[in-house]
């Protein structure tokens, strides 16, 4: 300061000097491309016509998908959404990191309660590390049937795909659609404590196509010219299930999944549950026609109720004028409802691009159930209007016994950052209470979780290895587990218990593949790997939405370290209270 206002070179200020110009303009080299990216979004009704039928339905700015937002890694977004509905809303982000912007995750009563009609909340958070296809959609209720849209992550300005540059790309976006409100579906099924009603269709791009009634004309046409190669960027936003995705004559290249690039490995049937997104290359080389695309179930629990349609788009090539009226070829083989065999060989050939060599040193050993239960109906219940699970009973679900209950008076996040007691406990179990025989024939007094808001706290850093084990109870099924604020390396998966003698031995520590969803096999296990290095309150959860709703969920409690770069971020000003 002296020397400034002497005029007088002082050696010290002057290296100081230099050492800040260099710091800033190494600084400036690295952010000189990255871009903020403003957006507004507008939850609003709009009358969306499917199925013969005009139905008033929540969408982002009147569009149905919403907007497809497209960045590049290393930029900022901000999302300033404005609730112009008449529900509660939340939009997540699905799969971004959100390093230390937990406040900008999105679930509702866990990182935020919910933006109320008439309000609104702008998000704000920075793409680091992360490249190829996400998602956002809302995180509240079942808005999410209407409610969601592709979040597309380029490579960073400068640098390139790690395969040959395709002529095109276009996202795949696969939902599901109710004739009845999602919002009254959900209600019912909560009211009832049984299954909620089936979809009515599965749709690419928003559209049923040809298969369902009145939707012919609107069926999505994917233009592609001989001899290119495209990229496909796949995502399943459905909402409760489970789909294989094929186009008919075509193979398919997996280059990548959930915004992490794969060693590429070529099939003609891809399987994604919800949350999933598969980034997959399609060369145009069959005859000029009309091709299927087509979606629909991978239904991995017997007997239970599904919605059995196959929804459908055309690829379509470009070079014979007189192709619309010939009627699309129809893939050859789509798999059966219940082919577990497809799925599994598809889920277990991802490899991640480049070997990681994972070390062997854990710091927590964590073991959690994952599955369905029944409660028992408290005496004097109206058991024919609010027990209709099998036997007068309500359907439920739970990891590690215990049914996850939503706070409704703060969030979680905000409870744990203010110190705000009497909100969650922290006693999640690190591994079951009870060991039992999980995906055998599980005696009926284990059916019935303990409901309760019980958080995992996880130390700044620390090493975690889980087993996420699925069981028996009542019904076993394929459970896509996602990890909010995380990727995960998935290490090994496999059928029946999980045993840590004779499993550890199939560990793949040198090329896992890094996702942030991974579908617990039925009757089987999956084993994940990740570093806390993201401090806040983490919810991960199945993917299906029913299930979450009846509580197969937890969230893990992850503390600072040292410093701001090591902290949670303080909440924005506009956070949404309950
Ligand atoms: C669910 O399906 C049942 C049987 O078809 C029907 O009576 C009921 O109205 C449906 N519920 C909703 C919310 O659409
Ligand atoms: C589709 O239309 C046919 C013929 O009009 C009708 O029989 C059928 O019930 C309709 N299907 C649905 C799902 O509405
Ligand atoms: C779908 O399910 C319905 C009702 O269970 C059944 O009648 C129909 O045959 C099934 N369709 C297919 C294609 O499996
Ligand atoms: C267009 O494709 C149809 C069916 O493959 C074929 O019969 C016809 O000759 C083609 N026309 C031209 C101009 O290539
Ligand atoms: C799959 O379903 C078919 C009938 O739809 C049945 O015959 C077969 O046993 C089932 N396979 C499995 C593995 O459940
Ligand atoms: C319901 O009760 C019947 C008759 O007692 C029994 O056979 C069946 O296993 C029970 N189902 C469940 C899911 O508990
Ligand atoms: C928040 O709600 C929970 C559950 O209803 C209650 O136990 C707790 O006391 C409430 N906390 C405050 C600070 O009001
Ligand atoms: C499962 O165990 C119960 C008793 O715990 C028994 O009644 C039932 O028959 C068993 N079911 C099967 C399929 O083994
Ligand atoms: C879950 O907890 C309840 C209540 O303590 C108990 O009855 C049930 O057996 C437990 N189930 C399991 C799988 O631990
Ligand atoms: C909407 O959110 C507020 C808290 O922000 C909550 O009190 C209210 O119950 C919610 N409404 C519904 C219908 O969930
Ligand atoms: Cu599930």
Redesign the pocket.
């Known amino acids: 300061m002296e020397a400034y206002k002497n005029n007088i070179p002082n050696p010290l200020w002057c290296y100081s000097r230099i050492l800040l110009l260099l710091l800033l303009s190494i600084l400036a080299s690295s952010l000189v491309h990255a871009k903020i990216h403003h957006h507004d979004f507008v939850v609003q009704e709009t009358p969306v016509k499917r199925l013969c039928n005009t139905r008033n339905r929540i969408t982002v700015n009147g569009m149905f998908p919403g907007p497809t937002l497209e960045v590049n890694n290393g930029d900022t977004l901000v999302v300033n959404v404005v609730n112009k509905g008449q529900y509660n809303v939340t939009i997540h982000w699905h799969g971004v990191r959100q390093m230390r912007t937990g406040w900008a995750d999105g679930p509702e009563f866990v990182t935020q309660c919910p933006i109320r009609p008439g309000g609104s909340y702008t998000y704000r958070f920075t793409i680091q590390g992360q490249e190829g296809t996400l998602w956002w959609h809302a995180h509240s209720a079942w808005l999410r049937a209407t409610v969601y849209g592709p979040l597309i992550i380029h490579p960073q300005q400068g640098s390139s795909y790690p395969f040959p540059t395709p002529t095109r790309e276009t996202p795949i976006i696969l939902g599901e659609w109710w004739d009845a409100n999602p919002i009254e579906v959900l209600r019912q099924a909560t009211q009832t404590g049984g299954t909620p009603n089936v979809s009515d269709a599965y749709t690419i791009n928003g559209q049923p196509g040809d298969l369902y009634n009145c939707s012919t004309q609107d069926t999505v046409v994917i233009p592609v010219a001989s001899g290119e190669t495209n990229l496909l960027r796949v995502i399943n936003a459905a909402l409760n299930q489970q789909l294989f995705f094929t186009v008919a004559n075509h193979k398919l290249t997996v280059v990548g999944a959930d915004a992490s690039y794969t060693k590429p490995f070529t099939t003609t049937v891809l399987m994604l549950g919800p949350g999933q997104t598969t980034d997959v290359l399609i060369t145009a080389d069959q005859p000029p026609a009309r091709y299927y695309m087509a979606a629909r179930a991978y239904n991995s629990a017997q007997g239970a109720p599904f919605d059995n349609t196959t929804t459908t788009a055309i690829l379509q090539y470009k070079s014979n004028n007189s192709l619309p009226s010939t009627p699309p070829v129809s893939p050859s083989s789509l798999p059966a409802y219940n082919d577990t065999n497809t799925a599994t060989a598809f889920s277990t050939a991802f490899r991640s691009r480049t070997n990681v060599q994972l070390s062997n040193d854990i710091d927590e050993n964590l073991f959690f ?1 994952v599955g369905l239960g029944l409660f028992n109906c408290p005496p004097g219940a109206n058991t024919a209007s609010n027990c209709q699970a099998p036997n007068g009973t309500r359907f439920t679900a ?1 990891m590690n ?1 215990v049914s996850f209950g939503l706070p409704s008076n703060f969030s979680l996040l905000q409870a744990h950052q203010q110190s705000i007691p009497g909100v969650f406990t922290i006693d999640f179990p690190a591994t ?3 060991q ?1 025989d999980y995906t055998g024939n ?1 005696s009926r ?6 409901r309760s808001t019980k958080l995992y706290k996880l130390k700044y850093g620390s090493r975690v290895q889980l087993v996420l084990q699925g ?1 028996g ?1 009542f019904t076993a099924e394929n459970h896509p587990i996602h990890l909010h604020g995380y990727d995960f390396y998935i290490v090994a998966q496999g059928f029946g218990n999980f045993n840590p003698k004779t499993d550890a031995s199939k560990f793949n520590l040198v090329d896992p593949p890094l996702r942030n969803t991974v579908g617990v096999p039925v009757k089987g296990w999956a084993v994940i790997r990740f570093v806390a290095d993201n401090p806040g309150v983490w919810l991960m959860h199945c993917h299906l939405d029913v299930h979450l709703n009846w509580g197969l969920g937890m969230a893990f409690l992850v503390e600072n370290g040292f410093g701001e770069l090591q902290s949670l971020q303080t909440p924005p000003p506009d956070l949404p209270l309950c």
């Open positions: 159930t739970s016994n079951p209470a009870v039992f599980v007094s284990l059916w019935q979780p303990v069981t109870i």
